[in-house]
C-alpha cells in the first residue's frame, strides 16, 4: 500500500491568491469584543481588526457578533491589528447612495439643523450639505427687505428641524460639498400650475412678504409680484399701509413672463380716476384748487382722484384774460407769464378751462378761465 505524502505549507498555499490591504478598503468584518474604548471585528484572513470608539459610529446600539462594513484605515499596527474605521465605511456608503440620487435626479427629504445669512444647514443620510436662499420655494423664500438681515435670519430660523422636499444641484466628493435646491424639486410642480394661469384670471394666494416696491403673493407653489403701481388707484407710499403679510387676497393676473407672475390688487375694481375724467370735456371749465407750484406749472387738484397741470411756459395757451382764450396759439409775453406766476398760489381756487386730455397717459391740461 502507497504510502499518502504529506502536503506541504508551500503546496497549500500555491494557488491561493494573497489579497492585500490597502488603506480606504472597505471589508466585512464580525464583533468578536466591546470594550469601553475599542472594539476588536474578526476580519477573516486578515487577522484581527481593531476600531477606535471615535471612529466608532453607533456603538451604543452594537453587539458581540454584528457584522460590519468597515474602511481600512492602516493595513497594521505595531500591535499586528488592521486599524478599522465604522465612520468612514458608512460615510463612503452615504456617498455612494448620494451619487445615485444625483445621477438619477431624484427628490428627497433633507432636515434643516442650522442656518446661516446665506441659506439652511441640512443633512441627508447622514452627510452635511447647504441649500442656500435662492434655491428655496416660493413657500419658504424670506421676501424682506435686503437690508434687514435680521429679519432674514428670523424666518430662516422658523425652518430649523423641517423636513424640505429637494434635488442636488451640485456635489463634489473630493471637496466634501454637498448643495441642494428645494426649488428645482418643485420646477415639474411649478411648471404643470403655470399651465393653469391665464392673463386676465382672478386668483386668491397668500401674502408672503411686503416690500418697498410692492407684495409678493403665493399662488398654490407660483410666486406672483403684485408692484406698488399695481395696489390702488390712488398714490402709495408704503405697501404695508395697505397690505399684509400672511393675509389671503384676490388680485388679477395681468402679465405672465416665463415663472413671473405680475399682478394687480386696483384692476380688481374701475378706475375711479378714468369714471371721473369721463365727465369732463376738453374746453369745459372747472373749478380746482392749485396744490403745488413749480417752475414749469402748477398742479391743481380738480377731486379727490384727479389732478390736472397748469403749465406755466411762453409757448402754452395760458392767459388771465378771455381774449387770449379766444386767440389760439398766442404766446405769452414774458412779462405776462411773470403776471401770471404771480396770480397763483397753493392753496388758491380757481376756475380753469380744460385744454387737452390724455386718457393713456393720466395727463389733463389746463389753461386759467
Not at 75 to 93: D, I, W
Request: proline content about 2%; overall charge negative; some cysteine.
Amino acid at each position: 500500500m502507497a504510502t499518502k505524502q504529506a502536503t506541504t505549507m508551500d503546496e497549500l498555499l500555491k494557488n491561493q491568491t494573497i489579497e492585500n490591504l490597502n488603506p480606504a478598503d472597505v471589508i466585512e468584518g464580525t464583533i468578536i469584543e466591546l470594550q469601553k474604548h475599542e472594539a476588536l471585528l474578526d476580519v477573516g484572513h486578515f487577522g484581527i481588526g481593531i476600531i477606535s470608539r471615535r471612529e466608532l459610529v453607533g456603538a451604543s446600539s452594537l453587539k458581540v457578533g454584528d457584522k460590519l462594513s468597515v474602511s481600512v484605515m492602516m493595513p497594521e499596527t505595531k500591535q499586528g491589528y488592521v486599524l478599522l474605521s465604522l465612520r468612514r465605511a458608512m460615510k463612503e456608503k452615504s456617498w455612494e447612495e448620494i451619487q445615485k440620487i444625483y445621477d438619477n435626479n431624484q427628490i428627497v427629504s433633507v432636515t434643516c439643523h442650522d442656518v446661516n445669512r446665506g441659506g439652511l444647514l441640512v443633512e441627508l443620510d447622514g452627510m452635511r450639505g447647504f441649500l442656500p436662499i435662492s434655491q428655496l420655494s416660493t413657500e419658504n423664500y424670506p421676501r424682506v427687505n435686503s437690508s434687514d438681515r435680521d429679519e432674514i435670519l428670523t424666518k430662516l430660523n422658523a425652518l430649523i428641524d423641517r423636513s424640505i422636499q429637494v434635488c442636488i444641484l451640485d456635489m463634489n466628493r473630493q471637496e466634501n460639498k454637498l448643495i441642494f435646491s428645494e426649488k428645482e424639486a418643485l420646477k415639474e410642480t411649478v411648471a404643470e400650475q403655470l399651465k393653469k394661469l391665464n392673463v386676465g384670471d382672478i386668483v386668491e394666494g397668500k401674502v408672503t412678504g411686503v416690500i418697498d416696491f410692492g407684495a409678493f403673493v403665493n399662488l398654490n407653489g407660483i410666486e406672483g409680484l403684485i408692484h406698488i403701481s399695481e395696489i390702488s388707484w390712488g398714490r402709495v407710499e408704503d405697501p404695508r399701509k395697505h397690505i399684509k403679510n400672511d393675509e389671503m387676497i384676490k388680485v388679477k393676473i395681468i402679465a405672465i413672463d416665463n415663472e413671473r407672475v405680475a399682478l394687480s390688487l386696483k384692476q380688481l375694481s374701475e378706475d375711479p380716476w378714468a369714471q371721473e375724467v369721463g365727465k369732463l370735456k376738453k374746453g369745459s371749465e372747472v373749478e380746482g384748487v392749485i396744490t403745488r407750484v413749480t417752475p414749469y406749472g402748477a398742479f391743481v387738484r380738480l377731486s379727490s382722484v384727479v389732478e390736472a397741470l397748469l403749465y406755466l411756459t411762453q409757448d402754452n395757451k395760458q392767459a388771465n384774460s378771455s381774449k387770449t382764450q379766444e386767440s389760439g396759439n398766442q404766446k405769452l409775453t414774458a412779462e405776462e407769464l411773470e403776471n401770471l406766476k404771480k396770480s397763483i398760489s397753493v392753496g388758491e381756487k380757481k376756475k380753469f378751462i380744460v385744454t387737452d386730455i390724455d386718457k393713456t397717459d393720466k395727463k389733463i391740461k389746463l389753461s386759467l378761465a
